[in-house]
C-alpha cells in the first residue's frame, strides 16, 4: 500500500484545481499544468484538498497511485513557489550570459555553446552562477542537466560545471618519482 498515495494534497490560495475526465488541471493566473492520469487512480477535489483513491487492488495501482499523487504535488507546487535548481561554473576562462532567450556558455571548447532557454524556465546568469527557475519540476531538472552535461565538472581540477549542492571527489594527480 502506497504511503505517498494516501497523504491529501492541500491547495493553496490562489490555485484552483478542476478535473475533466482523466484530466487534472492544475492553474493559478495565467498558467496552467495539466496531469493526465489515464484513469489509473480516482482523483476528487473535497474542501480544499485533493484526495487519490486507488482503482483496483493490483501492485500496479498501487505504485500508480503514488505517482500520479507526487505528479499532481509537483504541479501544486510548482506554481504556487516554483522550483529552482543552481549550477556553478569552475574554470579559467570559463563564463555564461543570457543574450534575449539564448544563454550564452564558454566552456573551454573553440566555440561558444548556445543553449536555446525552452519556453516556461527563466535561466538568470550572477557571477560564475546560473539560476534555472520554472513551474515545472521536469523541466527544470532536464534543463540544469542539458547545461551541465556540456561540460562535465572533471575528478582532477573541478572544472566544469556542477550544480551547487554537488561535491566532487578529487583524484590526487601524478606524482614523480
Known amino acids: ?56 487492488e493490483s501492485k500496479e495501482s498501487s505504485a500508480f497511485w503514488g505517482t500520479y499523487r507526487a505528479l499532481i504535488n509537483n504541479a501544486v507546487v510548482g506554481l504556487d513557489a516554483g522550483f529552482q535548481k543552481s549550477l556553478e561554473i569552475n574554470g579559467v576562462g570559463y563564463r555564461a550570459a543570457v543574450k534575449g532567450n539564448v544563454l550564452e556558455l564558454q566552456l573551454g571548447y573553440s566555440h561558444p555553446i548556445n ?37 562535465k565538472p572533471e575528478p582532477y581540477k573541478g572544472k566544469g560545471v556542477k550544480y551547487t549542492d554537488e561535491h566532487i571527489v578529487r583524484k590526487a594527480g601524478k606524482t614523480a618519482k
Open 115 to 151: 543553449y536555446d532557454i525552452p519556453e516556461g524556465l527563466d535561466i538568470s546568469v550572477e557571477k560564475n552562477l546560473i539560476h534555472v527557475k520554472g513551474a515545472d519540476k521536469q523541466a527544470v531538472g532536464q534543463a540544469a542537466a542539458i547545461i551541465r552535461g556540456f561540460r
Open 1 to 56: 500500500m502506497s504511503r505517498i498515495g494516501k497523504k491529501p494534497i492541500a491547495i493553496p490560495s490562489g490555485v484552483e484545481v478542476s478535473v475533466a475526465g482523466t484530466i487534472v488541471n492544475v492553474k493559478k493566473g495565467n498558467k496552467t499544468i495539466p496531469v493526465e492520469t489515464h484513469g489509473r487512480v480516482e482523483v476528487k477535489v473535497e474542501n480544499n484538498e485533493i484526495v487519490l483513491e486507488r482503482v483496483g
